[in-house]
């Protein structure tokens, strides 16, 4: 199995950018599409972004489209997810989640089709 853990939230200015780690170790990384989730109090799990084994293939959830962008460096065992304009509404409880997978081309886009979740990082976006 896959172990992930994330950092890099914090709590920042609207407008500010923000820059998450997904941390992954345990097994070999190419073989995991990865999704970046989040959380805010009283909302279901939604995805943000997701991205391909081999990072060719990538997604953004509407709401983030044109301010985030996910990419992964294989050779470090990392996700990254850049955040950028950063508004209130970005504000959430943010999880990294893998799954392995036969196909280098293919993201996913639910979180059940993920077996493996980090234990999230605190994104704050407060005037």
């Known amino acids: 199995q896959v172990q992930l853990v994330e950092s890099g939230g914090g709590l920042v200015q609207p407008g500010d950018s923000l820059r998450l780690s997904c941390a992954a170790s345990?097994?070999?990384?190419?073989?995991?599409?990865v999704g970046w989730f989040r959380q805010a109090p009283g909302k279901e799990r939604e995805l943000v972004s997701a991205?391909?084994?081999?990072?060719?293939?990538?997604f953004d959830a509407t709401s983030v489209k044109g301010r985030f962008t996910i990419s992964r460096d294989n050779a470090k065992n990392t996700v990254i997810l850049q955040m950028n304009s950063m508004t209130p509404e970005d504000t959430a409880e943010y999880y990294c989640?893998?799954?392995?997978?036969?196909?280098?081309?293919?993201?996913?886009?639910?979180?059940?089709?993920?077996?493996?979740w980090g234990q999230g990082t605190q994104v704050t976006v407060s005037s």
């Open positions: 989640a893998a799954r392995l997978t036969p196909f280098s081309g293919r993201y996913y886009l639910n979180s059940a089709d993920y077996n493996y």
């Open positions: 345990g097994r070999t990384f190419t073989n995991y599409a």
């Open positions: 991205i391909s084994r081999s990072g060719d293939s990538t």
